[in-house]
């Protein structure tokens, strides 16, 4: 009985699986990109539409967003990765919560299994 066809099946197998996920992570990326912060002209946004500082969640958010937002802050100057006008520390601790949930949760997790 000839194993060979079989494990060349498997590795066949394999390197679709490995270029489906590269695919599927290039596409999140490109979808990540579509949120990344928007420009910082520091100006009082409380007198914008009503809205006030940033709090915890946006801080959060922002944190998640936090790679996507430095490349882009590297190629544009009117994107900063950090939210100026905040609430202070609740915005700063959702800011690196989101933060470790990008680098430390779920992936970092995942990357210490294997």
């Known amino acids: ?3 060979e066809p079989l494990a060349e099946r498997r590795a066949g ?3 679709m ?8 992570a290039v596409v999140a990326l490109a979808l990540l ?3 990344a912060a928007g420009p910082n002209p520091g100006v009082d946004t409380s007198t914008i539409s009503g809205a006030g500082p940033y709090g ?10 936090l790679p996507v937002t ?4 590297l190629f544009t100057d009117s994107v900063s990765v950090y939210e100026v006008h905040n609430t202070g520390n609740w915005y700063d601790f959702g800011f690196v919560l ?15 299994r294997h």
Not at 17 to 24: E, G, H, M, P, Q
Not at 98 to 112: C, D, Q, T
Request: glycine share 16%; proline share 2%.
């Open 1 to 3: 009985m000839d194993c």
């Open 56 to 65: 915890f969640w946006w801080g959060l958010w922002q944190g998640m967003i």
């Open 33 to 35: 990109g579509a949120c």
């Open 98 to 112: 989101g933060i470790s949930m990008v680098f430390g949760g779920p992936l970092g997790a995942r990357r210490a």
């Open 13 to 15: 197998a394999r390197r």
């Open 17 to 24: 699986r490995v270029v489906a996920t590269a695919a599927l």
């Open 70 to 73: 430095f490349v882009v802050s």
